[in-house]
């Protein structure tokens, strides 16, 4: 089946980049996802890219593609203690019924002052 | 977590009791999941609804069963609970269902059902 996997933890300064990695190994992902959990919270979704691109840019946030490696990135410039969370990759392909989505371990992101 | 709401948010049990989860959205969307989350595994599907009464298993359904008679609730049942069963539980929507060249499919997630089973 479909895996998905990340690093637990990672722990940054406030101001720098962070980067978060993950790998999978469903070569027919259509779409990946990255979802970021805060204390007590649900999962919220923060960008996605499609399987055709190889990089995603929004505000802060850079989303990077290597689909030769299946390798997807986070990375968050300028680092704020507001982005200390969980954040978790997902790839989604279909299957007639609905695309459901496989997701990862999770990364804990810590952001020191 | 507008639109979609989890009862009950926290919920301690003994083994061998049935539990009900319930899921009620207000969205209208087609497209409902039960997942659990627990440490080193992330989150892992449980089942899945595309309709009223269409459900159908994901990776971990072994012990759950689900019902949904209307398009806004999907509830997850532990028929005879058991401590392996204990977990944050959380419910999904999502409108499209289908990640394709029409676009990604996006889920929105409840705040979680956190059950003790002891």
């Known amino acids: 089946g479909e895996d998905v996997e990340q690093s637990l933890f990672l722990s940054v300064r406030e101001g720098d980049s962070s980067v978060i990695n993950c790998t999978y190994t469903d070569s027919s992902s259509t779409y990946l996802y990255w979802y970021k959990q805060e204390p007590g919270a649900g999962l919220q979704l923060l960008t996605y890219i499609f399987s055709n691109m190889d990089m995603k840019q929004d505000q802060r946030l850079t989303v990077l593609l290597n689909k030769k490696d299946k390798h997807l990135s986070l990375r968050i410039a300028d680092t704020q203690t507001g982005d200390s969370a969980i954040y978790f990759c997902?790839?989604?392909?279909?299957?007639?019924?609905?695309?459901?989505?496989?997701f990862g371990t999770g990364t804990r992101l810590q952001v020191t002052l | 977590d507008a639109g979609i709401t989890q009862s009950p948010r926290h919920k301690v049990t003994e083994t061998g009791t049935p539990v009900t989860l319930r899921c009620h959205q207000t969205e209208n969307h087609r497209y409902m999941y039960w997942y659990r989350q627990d440490p080193g595994h992330g989150l892992r599907l449980i089942h899945y609804?595309?309709?009223?009464?269409?459900?159908d298993k994901g990776e971990v359904s072994d012990g759950y069963s689900v019902s949904r008679s209307k398009t806004e609730d999907f509830l997850l049942t532990l028929e005879s609970a058991t401590s392996s069963q204990t977990s944050v539980y959380f419910c999904a929507i999502s409108e499209s269902g289908l990640a394709g060249v029409s676009g990604a499919n996006v889920l929105t997630f409840g705040a979680g059902s956190r059950l003790t089973v002891l």
């Open positions: 997902a790839e989604s392909a279909g299957d007639g019924t609905a695309s459901k989505l496989t």
């Open positions: 609804s595309y309709g009223v009464k269409d459900t």
